[in-house]
């Protein structure tokens, strides 16, 4: 509460002082004595899933130099690019979960680095901490967004807008940096390894009897639940629909930190002999694999709806607050969006002044019925 109030008077204070001096720290890049790179991305499995292009062209333009990202994740998630030895080494820290005084030693450290150019495509909430943290580990360029004074510090920065995809906007950024490239057909492309694919067909062999489709479920978020979730009991619903009505057989996916959550599933459902609760059974290479297996996907505007996106699934997001034209990134003829338009939609545009606060309730996705989502399902079955 305290580090909440004291953080939205400092955020308008730095918005105030970045709309006038916005080109304070402003500096042309000069790419011959760029020799060592920090890529620094936060926020849930979408978000790393759309530097990968970043990446790739990164090592395209600047062969000899050391590539290093900085994420919330293990190195693993890194296996799934399909272009390999692009990045040296992935640094694992979670800035959300450290106190402040580890946070200022862990970025000393990093600043001995000394990296000549640190890549930032942070937006929403964790903006301004993120412009921070560049402005601190960086010695000579650092690139990322602006938006409303956030992220002045910069010396390398465009406006993040709020009606084109995260994905083109990470790509504009390389602009900024010298990097000429056309980046309008840039696309996320994700390797499964063949043990994983073995490992799906192993699992979903039995469900696919008397011809069921394979549907793969993905009721949960990363970051702000409250906002992002359809209702469980809506999921729930769903699910006993489809293994009753719709001759379907459904897989759960989920993380470990969702798994209580998943039990109401195996609790409330009548029929257990097509539905398998695989949530924090997985790791993501699994869960890759799963979902490309699948028949049909179904989930929240997250990073499993995203994997499902990319390879090309036919699939049914279900979104709230969020802007579609923002979030989703390679374009999939077979997905299908469902959301109810609130007076306030978007709302949510990952703008960095955003307070959580819905007088509507949250309806846009409260009043999205199981109905809505069964005659999407057919849709995209006929």
Known sequence: MLKNLIKKPVRVLISFFGQRFEKLFNKSINRDEVNKILVFQTGGIGDILRIFPLLEALRYEFPNAKIDTL??????????????????????????????????????????????????PSRGSG??????????????????????????????????????????????????????????????????????????????????????????????????????????ENFIELSKHLISKRNASVILLGSKKDYKMSCSFEEKLDEKKYFINLVGKTDLLKVCALIKSSDIFIGNDSGLLHIANIFEIPSIGIFGPSSVEQVLSNSNEKTIIINHKAPCSPCYVHQPDFDFKCKFSNNCLKYITVEDVTKAMDNLIQ
């Open 127 to 232: 903006m301004l901490e993120c412009s921070i943290i560049a402005f601190l580990i960086g010695k000579k360029w650092r690139a990322g967004f602006i938006k409303k004074g956030i992220g002045f510090l910069y010396t390398n920065k465009i406006d993040f807008q709020d009606s084109v995809s995260i994905l083109m906007q990470n790509m504009n950024l390389l602009k900024t940096i010298g990097i000429k490239k056309d980046m309008t057909k840039a696309s996320i492309n994700i390797n499964v390894t063949h043990n994983s694919l073995l490992y799906a067909k192993e699992i979903l062999k039995g469900l696919k009897a008397k011809g069921r489709k394979i549907v793969a479920i993905s009721p949960f978020v990363t970051n702000h639940p409250e906002l992002f979730e359809w209702p469980l």
């Open 71 to 120: 994420t919330e994740y293990p190195p693993d998630i890194f296996t799934l690019m399909d272009k390999k030895n692009v990045i040296n080494q992935n640094l694992l820290f979670d800035f959300k979960g450290k106190s402040f005084l580890k946070k200022m030693l862990f970025i000393l450290e990093l600043r001995k680095s000394a990296y000549d150019l640190v890549i930032s």
